[in-house]
């Protein structure tokens, strides 16, 4: 409602009221009342008319002369009254001085007075006050009677219509300016009454309007009367009960986003066209890479995932529903459940995004796992057996080639057992149930000394082992023993897979607070396989025809992750680089 409209409605509203009860007063009055006046005239002319009946009579018996009936009677011009006297025969004989001026046509005029001179002499009195329209107006006639009582002629009186039309309008313009009059200052009171009546009704309108833009501490004034006073109450009723609801809904919807915000699987929440996104959480922003314009970039994934919200939603089918999916590199698995429908509006669909890339991976890595275990434990098994095979079968004759068999099954046994060492401190290790403790050592004597004996190892595979470190190196703190057994598992590793005729560096540094010890080896591996190469048995060569068991470089992760240390590999130019940690003390 704009501002006073209600007020402007009201006074318009009185004030067309008030004029048309005045016009219709002054039009009922002008037509339905001149009626009564009609007859109100022909109440007091009948006596007159009467009287002037009498005289005639007393002129027609000879009993006064002409003089005096001309004066007294026929040139009495009162009221503006005519007079019209007929003789027994219905012959005009005498009439007043002004008669006939107001006529508009005579002739029909004087035949329509005859007619009625002609009714009085054969009925009586006549008395019309229906004609008022008409130029003669309103008609009286009296009968002139003699002695006998005889009818011997017939007097006419009447009154001009537009004497009396003039009378009548001049009382009904009396009339409606009073009405006007009565109407204006009706409208001056109506007009302080409606400001009262609206101020209430404007104030609770104000008072909706601040409800509607969220503000519930306005209140209506109660004490005024009535409904408005029962109004009152009921709005500001309505406005504590709606303040408390929404209170309530804005803290259950604040714990929901809350909830649905920091959950690391991701919620997104669409429409009935599974196209239009109506709410999404960052992590599901994260996950599918969302940026507000389509939910899943690739189009083939789009189209299985639009046609699964189509199944999902279309039928009577199961409420709930899966689909796995790859972007960017990362299995996600999307559970779609079909929404509550309300009653004219369509179901959508709500999407749990889950990334179970490290899920697949673990369970890929398990299955790795086993068949790795399974083809490290089976190969020195079947050796030890087709050599054991051989000499209890009695092939092996010379002593010479039982002592080889011997030794072969000797090697094959200690590998088993490096396996299964090396299995049983993995284990340990990562269970925790190993304890490491720390003391101060010089990093530098450890690291010149490693070198020294590993040296042995890479001429015999003719490789160079250099040390490179920058002395003199600053004391750590930390586990010497675990930290030369990484040393060892890293020297090893690198002189195995450096290329021939490469060499292997040993070098540290100072980094900020710790010591950074690198062991670089000429050669190169696939940036594919860097992420994986500290995972269990995990070998670049993919056929494991390689040397080792794959179980060095994850023991040597978890000591220095028990350590607080950290490790990384990279490829920098023609060599590969393994990197780790030293706290200084």
């Given at each position: 409602?704009?501002?006073?409209?209600?007020?402007?409605?009201?006074?318009?509203?009185?004030?067309?009221?008030?004029?048309?009860?005045?016009?219709?007063?002054?039009?009922?009055y002008?037509?339905?009342?001149?009626?009564?006046?009609?007859l109100?005239?022909?109440?007091?002319?009948?006596?007159?008319a009467?009287?002037?009946?009498?005289?005639?009579?007393?002129?027609?018996?000879?009993?006064?002369?002409?003089?005096?009936?001309?004066?007294f009677?026929?040139?009495?011009?009162?009221?503006?009254?005519?007079?019209?006297?007929?003789?027994?025969?219905?012959?005009?004989?005498?009439?007043?001085?002004?008669?006939?001026?107001?006529?508009?046509?005579?002739e029909?005029?004087?035949?329509?007075?005859?007619?009625?001179?002609?009714?009085?002499?054969?009925?009586?009195?006549?008395?019309?006050?229906?004609?008022?329209r008409?130029?003669?107006?309103?008609?009286?006639?009296?009968p002139?009677?003699?002695?006998?009582?005889?009818?011997?002629?017939a007097?006419?009186v009447?009154?001009p219509?537009?004497?009396?039309?003039?009378?009548?309008?001049?009382?009904?313009?009396?009339?409606?300016?009073?009405?006007?009059?009565?109407?204006?200052?009706?409208t001056?009171?109506?007009?302080?009454?409606?400001?009262?009546?609206?101020?209430?009704?404007?104030?609770?309108?104000?008072?909706?309007?601040?409800?509607?833009?969220?503000?519930?501490s306005?209140?209506?004034?109660?004490?005024a009367?009535?409904?408005?006073?029962?109004?009152g109450?009921?709005?500001?009723?309505?406005?504590?009960?709606?303040?408390?609801?929404?209170?309530?809904?804005?803290?259950?919807?604040?714990?929901?986003t809350?909830?649905?915000?920091?959950?690391?699987?991701?919620?997104?929440a669409l429409?009935?066209?599974?196209?239009?996104?109506?709410?999404?959480?960052?992590?599901?922003?994260?996950?599918?890479?969302?940026?507000?314009?389509?939910?899943?970039?690739?189009?083939?994934?789009?189209?299985?995932?639009?046609?699964?919200?189509?199944?999902?939603?279309?039928?009577?089918?199961?409420?709930?529903?899966?689909?796995?999916?790859?972007?960017?590199?990362?299995q996600?698995?999307l559970?779609?459940?079909?929404?509550?429908?309300?009653?004219?509006?369509?179901?959508?669909?709500?999407?749990?995004?889950q990334?179970?890339?490290?899920?697949?991976?673990?369970?890929?890595?398990?299955r790795d796992?086993?068949?790795?275990?399974?083809h490290?434990?089976?190969?020195?098994?079947?050796?030890?057996?087709?050599?054991?095979?051989?000499?209890?079968?009695?092939?092996?004759?010379?002593?010479?080639?039982?002592?080889?068999?011997?030794?072969?099954?000797?090697?094959?046994?200690?590998?088993?057992?490096?396996?299964?060492?090396?299995?049983?401190?993995?284990?340990?290790?990562?269970?925790?149930?190993?304890?490491?403790?720390?003391?101060?050592?010089?990093?530098?004597?450890?690291?010149?000394?490693?070198?020294?004996?590993?040296?042995?190892?890479?001429?015999?595979?003719?490789?160079?082992?250099r040390?490179?470190?920058?002395?003199?190196?600053?004391?750590?703190?930390?586990?010497?023993?675990?930290?030369?057994?990484?040393?060892?598992?890293?020297?090893?590793?690198?002189?195995?897979?450096?290329?021939?005729?490469?060499?292997?560096t040993?070098?540290?540094?100072?980094?900020?607070?710790?010591?950074?010890?690198?062991?670089?080896n000429t050669?190169?591996?696939d940036?594919?396989?860097?992420?994986?190469?500290?995972?269990?048995?995990?070998?670049?060569?993919?056929?494991h025809?390689?040397?080792?068991?794959?179980?060095?470089?994850?023991?040597?992760?978890?000591i220095?992750?028990?350590?607080?240390?950290?490790?990384?590999?990279?490829?920098?130019?023609?060599?590969?680089?393994?990197?780790?940690?030293?706290?200084?003390?």
């Amino acid at each position: 409602m704009k501002r006073g409209g209600l007020f402007s409605k009201l006074m318009l509203y009185l004030v067309c009221a008030c004029l048309l009860t005045a016009s219709l007063s002054a039009v009922i009055y002008y037509f339905f009342g001149i009626r009564v006046f009609a007859l109100q005239i022909t109440t007091e002319m009948l006596p007159r008319a009467r009287s002037i009946a009498r005289l005639s009579a007393r002129y027609l018996g000879g009993k006064i002369g002409l003089d005096m009936f001309s004066d007294f009677i026929l040139n009495d011009q009162r009221n503006g009254s005519h007079v019209y006297i007929y003789d027994d025969q219905g012959n005009l004989f005498a009439y007043s001085r002004y008669s006939g001026e107001h006529f508009d046509n005579r002739e029909e005029t004087e035949n329509q007075l005859a007619a009625y001179a002609n009714r009085v002499l054969t009925g009586g009195e006549v008395v019309l006050e229906t004609n008022w329209r008409k130029v003669d107006g309103v008609l009286v006639g009296v009968p002139i009677e003699d002695n006998l009582e005889r009818v011997c002629g017939a007097v006419l009186v009447t009154k001009p219509a537009n004497q009396l039309r003039a009378s009548m309008m001049t009382m009904t313009l009396t009339l409606l300016m009073s009405s006007i009059a009565a109407a204006a200052c009706l409208t001056v009171f109506a007009y302080g009454g409606s400001r009262r009546f609206v101020k209430p009704i404007r104030q609770m309108t104000g008072i909706a309007n601040a409800m509607a833009a969220g503000d519930f501490s306005a209140r209506a004034d109660e004490s005024a009367g009535g409904e408005v006073g029962q109004l009152g109450k009921a709005l500001n009723f309505l406005s504590g009960e709606l303040s408390a609801t929404i209170g309530e809904l804005m803290l259950a919807r604040n714990r929901l986003t809350t909830i649905l915000t920091g959950l690391s699987e991701g919620v997104v929440a669409l429409d009935h066209s599974f196209r239009q996104v109506t709410f999404i959480n960052p992590a599901a922003q994260r996950l599918l890479g969302y940026e507000g314009k389509r939910l899943l970039p690739n189009d083939g994934e789009e189209e299985r995932f639009l046609a699964a919200c189509g199944t999902l939603c279309g039928g009577d089918g199961p409420a709930e529903t899966s689909l796995h999916c790859t972007l960017a590199g990362r299995q996600l698995l999307l559970t779609l459940t079909r929404s509550q429908a309300t009653v004219d509006a369509l179901p959508g669909v709500i999407v749990l995004v889950q990334d179970v890339t490290e899920a697949e991976r673990l369970e890929q890595t398990r299955r790795d796992y086993v068949a790795n275990v399974s083809h490290e434990l089976r190969t020195p098994i079947a050796s030890i057996r087709s050599l054991a095979e051989a000499l209890n079968d009695g092939l092996i004759r010379t002593d010479e080639d039982r002592s080889r068999y011997y030794g072969h099954i000797l090697r094959e046994s200690l590998r088993l057992s490096r396996l299964i060492d090396d299995l049983l401190e993995l284990s340990r290790l990562q269970s925790g149930a190993v304890a490491l403790t720390r003391q101060p050592f010089r990093l530098d004597t450890l690291l010149r000394e490693t070198a020294d004996h590993m040296r042995i190892n890479a001429e015999y595979s003719d490789i160079t082992l250099r040390y490179a470190a920058v002395e003199p190196l600053p004391e750590v703190c930390s586990n010497p023993d675990r930290i030369e057994q990484v040393l060892i598992a890293l020297l090893d590793n690198a002189i195995k897979y450096a290329s021939d005729g490469g060499t292997v560096t040993l070098g540290a540094a100072e980094a900020g607070d710790r010591i950074l010890v690198s062991v670089r080896n000429t050669g190169h591996i696939d940036e594919a396989d860097l992420p994986y190469l500290f995972d269990r048995f995990y070998k670049a060569d993919k056929s494991h025809a390689g040397q080792g068991t794959g179980l060095g470089l994850s023991i040597a992760r978890e000591i220095l992750l028990l350590l607080g240390e950290d490790i990384s590999v990279r490829n920098d130019g023609d060599e590969v680089v393994f990197s780790f940690t030293v706290s200084k003390n």
